[in-house]
């Protein structure tokens, strides 16, 4: 059993002065200085973070997320003035990107620079790099003064953190310390997008669409691995369960009616064998889903017009069912462009591939 340690929390919301939060954000990034982890808020969801340049650091993010060594990070850097640290160069059309997406939730895959630690990338020869768009993450990178490896601070294979509670129940006692900003923004990861080929390709769908992307660079395409699971996908932590509530979750894709009907007959089956059940709902459809008895925990996740509300929320819901030990969950499907792909790629991972087409 691995030696728990005391993880420090400094909690640093708007109702904080500008002195405290100093203070509390040059404690944190002394931590990450010395090698030790530290999570922090982003514009997506919560980082676990460590010094990208010290293998002996970074080390300690694999152990304290139980995360297969073979699935690289992403790099953080505070200001542009970083990425030469990290990346060897930076083809034109990554630089058409930056220009438009960053700061934000666009990851770049680039020719990895020497002194980026090997265990970061898993051995490969580029590295993803990202310039996150939150002010506490860029200064408490700015003030390590190192470029910040970070995965999503969650232990490997559960839905990601969009708060700090949510780190410290998978974390707390595993690392240094944590920084309490409040909830993150998009809820949802950055975009993965590889521009060392041409035209470039997304490896992950996230905050930035593919419809941005598509008005910026002429032709972008999607790994073929994301809409077929029977491809090896190149992004290495593709391939990996993830997300998942600790109940077996179902995702039911059609039109609303038939969907659900389909929906309340695995709920009627899995209630009748003595489960637990819930519903991933939205506002629009809660109500109706409460008045089933065989819904059991019914959770509103955002609106149906609004996929930015739903992505924000959605992890957060996954997360509920587990606190209150939901085992079988239906979930609606989503409509699959803008945001919606992210939010759909999310969460049929989530459902380990159980998505019924009706
Ligand atoms: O929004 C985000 O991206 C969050 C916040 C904390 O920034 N981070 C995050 O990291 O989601 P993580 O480790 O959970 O996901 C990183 C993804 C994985 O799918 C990984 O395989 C891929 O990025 N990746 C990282 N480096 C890569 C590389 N060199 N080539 C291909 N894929 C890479
Ligand atoms: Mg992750």
Redesign the pocket.
Known sequence: MKKQMKTQVWHVDKHVDEKTIYTQIVDAAHLIRQGEVVAFP?E?????GANALSEHAVEKIFEAKG?PSD????V?ISDLDQLPMVAREVPEQAERVMEVFWPG?L?L?LP?QMDVAERV?AG?D???V?L?DHQLARALIRTAGVPVA????NRSGRP?PTTAQHVLVDLDGRIAGVVDGGSAGVG???T?L?VTVDPPMI??P??ITFEQLKEVLSEVTVDPAIARDTEAP?????KYAHYAPQGELWVVDGEPEPARERMLELLKSASEAGLKTGVLATRETADWWKQQPSAGLVLSCGADGDLSAVARELYACLRRFDEEQVAYIVAQAFPRSGLGAAIMNRLEKAAGGRVICV
């Open positions: 982003t997506t969801v919560y980082g676990l995360r699935n690289p990070l992403i953080h939730p990851t895959i990895k990338t490969l580029t590295v993803g990202r996150p970070a995965p999503s601070a990601s949802v990861e950055s993965v590889d490896l992950r996230g905050g190149r992004s290495p932590g593709m």
